[in-house]
């Protein structure tokens, strides 16, 4: 019988670890954050949302459903750009960059795999890593927010005529 492999633990480095973490990623050989098509003047941030079919890969969420969300989502990058600090543009690779909602981006902020943690050994188990990251950190924004919305719904149901509103709507 075989153990289940553990989870990956992911947060956000402190300044003190970010050096450590640095060095560690430029002793790395070939990794797949620094393969894929380079970015270019004819390969964009259009050719990755193709690549990732216009869907946050986190989160699944349709970026083409409508301008304004396209407009909001953003080019994640896996592995953070401050992280890959060697002086030239192999952290702009098409394997290190992602379709990416503005709500998951936010979520993830500059949280990485511990150093030498299995989820870096590739793409897919990274992205799988940080995505049960993002969910965690999302679980746990809807519980700080919870009773706030639904006392706000119930105040706004009750008192609409107390609402400043009133005065421009
Ligand atoms: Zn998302």
Redesign the pocket.
């Known amino acids: 019988m075989s153990t289940p492999a553990p989870t990956p633990t992911i947060r956000r480095p402190s300044p003190q670890e970010i050096d450590a973490l640095r060095k560690w990623l430029e002793s790395q050989l070939n990794p797949w954050w620094r393969t894929g098509t380079p970015f270019s003047a004819t390969f964009g941030w259009a050719d990755i949302f193709a690549a990732d079919n216009w869907h ?1 890969i ?4 349709d970026l083409a459903e409508s301008e304004d969300v396209l407009a909001e989502s953003t080019e994640d990058h896996l592995v953070p750009q401050t992280l890959l600090t060697t002086g030239d543009a192999k952290a702009h690779t098409a394997n290190n960059v992602a379709a ?2 503005a ?2 981006n936010g979520l993830k902020g500059p949280a990485v795999p511990e150093k030498d943690s299995p989820a870096w050994q590739s793409r897919a188990a990274y992205v799988t890593a940080l995505r049960a990251y ?1 969910d965690a950190e999302r679980a746990s924004r809807a519980a700080k927010y919870r009773v706030q919305a639904f006392k706000a719904r119930a105040k706004r149901i009750w008192n609409k005529s107390d609402a400043r509103q009133k005065d421009y709507l």
Do not use: E, K
Request: glycine share 10%; charged share 10%.
């Open positions: 946050c986190y989160c699944g969420r990416c909602c709500s998951c993002i």
